[in-house]
T-cell receptor, first 110, second 113 residues
Framework: GENVEQHPSTLSVQEGDSAVIKCTYSDSASNYFPWYKQELGKGPQLIIDIRSNVGEKKDQRIAVTLNKTAKHFSLHITETQPEDSAVYFCAASMDNDMRFGAGTRLTVKP | DAGITQSPRYKITETGRQVTLMCHQTWSHSYMFWYRQDLGHGLRLIYYSAAADITDKGEVPDGYVVSRSKTENFPLTLESATRSQTSVYFC????????????FGPGTRLTVT
């Protein structure tokens, strides 16, 4: 099955700086790559996703890039704010299987 | 209220006991999922369901049983709880199996003593 690795496991940045979280996947058939944000005591919530026919997608301060050849994708958060502090999960999926990374705990220091 | 709910939110049980975690969604999504979340492992799929009376195993199904008699409900049962099943359990629903947004419930923190 698919295997997703996510780095780093923890990330601390100063407010206003950028944050980058990287994921690699093993199965070249994967075609959907969502990112979820989990705030303390809550369930994960989708923040952005990308499909395999697109290389980059932006939504305000967040962006995701996909390199299918290298089988890796990244989440970029610019101008970080304290409310961006949370655990972020990447995932990779094929038609009938979605696997999540282990998560990155992002802390934005004011 | 619209959305996806889980109950109970917290549960402490003893080894060997049966416990059922409830999940209810109001979107009429076809697909429902159960995940467990453990430190260092992210979210791992236990079972999923494509429709009423259709269920299938995920990555870590051993020790769990599911049923889906109604589209909106997807209970997860631990028939004989073990300490290794101490975890946070999330239910999710979606329009599709893998390439669609999943909507997660708030989670149930289960402790097996």
């Amino acid at each position: 099955g698919e295997n997703v690795e996510q780095h780093p496991s923890t990330l601390s940045v100063q407010e206003g700086d950028s944050a980058v979280i990287k994921c690699t996947y093993s199965d070249s058939a994967s075609n959907y790559f969502p990112w979820y944000k989990q705030e303390l005591g809550k369930g994960p919530q989708l923040i952005i996703d990308i499909r395999s026919n697109v290389g980059e997608k932006k939504d305000q301060r967040i962006a995701v890039t996909l390199n299918k050849t290298a089988k890796h994708f990244s989440l970029h958060i610019t101008e970080t704010q304290p409310e961006d502090s949370a655990v972020y999960f990447c995932a990779a999926s094929m038609d009938n299987d979605m696997r999540f990374g282990a998560g990155t705990r992002l802390t934005v220091k004011p | 209220d619209a959305g996806i709910t889980q109950s109970p939110r917290y549960k402490i049980t003893e080894t060997g006991r049966q416990v059922t975690l409830m999940c209810h969604q109001t979107w009429s999504h076809s697909y429902m999922f159960w995940y467990r979340q453990d430190l260092g492992h992210g979210l791992r799929l236990i079972y999923y369901s494509a429709a009423a009376d259709i269920t299938d195993k995920g990555e870590v199904p051993d020790g769990y049983v599911v049923s889906r008699s109604k589209t909106e409900n997807f209970p997860l049962t631990l028939e004989s709880a073990t300490r290794s099943q101490t975890s946070v359990y999330f239910c999710a629903s979606s329009r599709g199996l893998a390439a669609y947004e999943q909507y997660f419930g708030p989670g149930t923190r289960l402790t097996v003593t």
